[in-house]
């Protein structure tokens, strides 16, 4: 059975657009699981997903509404799977 592709959301905060994976190598890397895109605000929303598709192939890429659950910050995982509430 072939592994599920990885999940990729992209969603607006402050003044840039985040990345948020799925795919724990990424925290692995950077320490959290949302990282900044090279996306501003003000960049249409469109591009930013056509752009993050084309750049990511492999993934599932989605673009979500900014809310309260897709601040950056909102856990963090560790390589585990395990999650703690931010300080």
């Known amino acids: ?3 599920p592709r990885p999940a990729i959301e992209v969603f607006r905060h402050h003044a840039a657009y985040y990345a ?5 190598r990424v925290f692995g890397a950077f320490e959290t699981e ?4 090279a996306f501003s605000a003000g960049d249409d929303p469109l591009d930013v997903l056509q752009h993050t598709t ?7 890429v989605t673009l ?3 809310t309260a659950a897709t601040r950056p910050h909102r856990t963090a995982r560790r390589a585990s799977g395990d999650t703690q509430t931010p300080r």
């Open 1 to 3: 059975m072939p592994s």
């Open 20 to 24: 948020r994976f799925s795919d724990l």
């Open 34 to 37: 949302a990282i900044p895109t």
């Open 54 to 60: 084309r750049d990511n192939p492999g993934a599932d």
């Open 64 to 66: 979500v509404a900014a």
